[in-house]
């Protein structure tokens, strides 16, 4: 806030509601004046009152293979954060993290290259999204799923949530283009070109080596596919050649749905300055991963390390979804254990918010926002599940963002990427008809 820049008016308006009220008073209580424009009355919104206020969308949560994988999961009961199979999204903390909508993430883990490879992964996807739109279905008072971005803002004003969805990793394509258009139709709205190997649409940045040298001539066409349909490029995870020829090749704005920047830790998972500038330059977003060793790497004691690889086994045969409710109860006592005596060494939500700090300065405030991988191995000490995300407004404010910033990265810029590929979509398929 910066009280000099407030006129006269309305700072004795302040004076005399804090006479007529004797106590604090918030400017919601202020009654209106011609004096006191929009943006002053906005600089003096508490954190929690921004976060309130603004649509607040994070670009990635992986909840729908954990659902996948333990259907008991209860996704509209509070689960107690920090258990090893608490998750780290439901419904509830959703409501009580002020996030308004999210892209759940249709995720599938890449096996066999191959015809039958490609259909198990095919017929995953399509279980993970009815499993998602079942969980909509059953709680219809608290969420809806949407296609638009308008659904997000019409949501916000009912007061229920946005699921929105989107594909990670290319892989359930395989080889069939037509594949594009059935997951739109069942609501995909981005397409992560591959996860951390190279698939049959291009190469990954975390693969042994490249295949492709970027996007294969399957790739090109499912972006070219992707731009028709209105499906957002996502092209977080993909090699930077892949990168390169996405930005190209594509006629709308690109997204990384979950990508930071590669200057202040140095992976390849991260982006470089020239990427960062490049997707600037094409109109898009790139959304912070809030993921540890993306975000910072620390080291880990000894200590930790040796009590981890004691349950390292128990831990793969979990993520697998393959252990039985007792087994799980015994292996939550002990990683409670190990976590009491040897804490994890994590990355803070300041260290988060360096990425945003360092990502606005490259590329200017309007392409940069979130998207936290929360489920798929995100979170940060504050940050540690969905419930935390007034953290990130919290230190965003306390640095100096103006509401109308938070409002951008907090899904103001996704928003404008988002409509802006729908708006290339229809021009391409208008273009086709008149064309015929
Ligand atoms: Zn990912």
């Known amino acids: 806030m910066n009280l000099s820049k407030l006129p006269v008016l309305s700072l004795s308006i302040i004076l005399l509601s804090l006479t007529v009220n004797g106590c604090t008073i918030s400017n919601k209580q202020l009654p209106p004046s011609p004096e006191v424009t929009q943006e002053q009355q906005q600089k003096v919104l508490t954190s929690e009152e921004i976060h309130a206020k603004v649509l607040t969308v994070d670009s990635h949560i992986d909840w729908p293979y954990r659902q996948f994988l333990y259907p008991d999961f209860q996704p509209n009961i509070r689960h107690q954060p920090g258990e090893i199979d608490s998750g780290q999204w439901d419904i509830v903390r959703m409501e009580e993290g002020g996030l308004d909508a999210v892209f759940m993430s249709i995720y599938t883990v890449q096996k066999e290259r191959d015809q039958g490879g490609h259909e198990r992964a095919k017929a995953e996807a399509i279980k993970m999204i009815e499993i998602t739109k079942k969980m909509a279905q059953e709680n219809s008072e608290k969420v809806e799923i949407s296609l638009n971005p308008q659904d997000a803002e019409r949501l916000e004003k009912m007061g229920k949530m946005a699921i929105f969805m989107g594909m990670e990793n290319g892989y359930p394509i395989g080889k069939d283009i037509s594949n594009v258009k059935l997951f739109y139709d069942q609501g995909i709205r981005y397409i992560t070109i591959t996860h951390s190997k190279n698939n049959e649409l291009g190469d990954s940045s975390t693969d042994k080596k490249q295949e492709w040298d970027g996007l294969s001539s399957l790739g090109e066409k499912v972006v070219k596919e992707m731009n028709r349909l209105g499906i957002m490029v996502d092209i977080s995870h993909v090699h930077d050649d892949t990168f390169w020829d996405v930005i190209k090749l594509t006629k709308a704005p690109v997204i990384a749905s979950h990508s930071s920047a590669r200057s202040l830790e140095n992976h390849p998972r991260n982006m470089s300055d020239e990427m960062l500038k490049a997707v600037k330059e094409n109109g898009g977003v790139v959304q912070v991963c809030i993921f540890d060793t993306y975000i910072k790497k620390l080291p880990q004691t000894a200590e930790r390390k040796k009590a981890m690889k004691t349950i390292e086994k128990e831990i793969t045969v979990f993520r697998k979804g393959k252990m039985s409710q007792a087994k799980i109860e015994a292996l939550k006592e002990k990683y ?101």
């Open 336 to 436: 409670r254990q190990i976590n009491e005596k040897y804490p994890k060494n994590k990355p803070t939500v300041a260290d988060v918010v360096d990425h945003i700090d360092y990502m606005v300065k490259v590329m200017g405030i309007n392409h940069v926002g979130i998207g936290s991988d929360l489920d798929g191995g995100g979170g940060v000490l504050g940050m540690n599940d969905v419930s935390e995300m007034p953290n990130i407004t919290k230190e965003l404010v306390a640095r100096g963002y103006t509401e109308e910033d938070i409002q951008k990265i907090w899904g103001g810029n996704l928003m404008r990427v988002f409509s802006e590929v729908q708006k290339v979509a229809t021009e391409i398929q208008s273009q086709e008809t008149s064309e015929k």
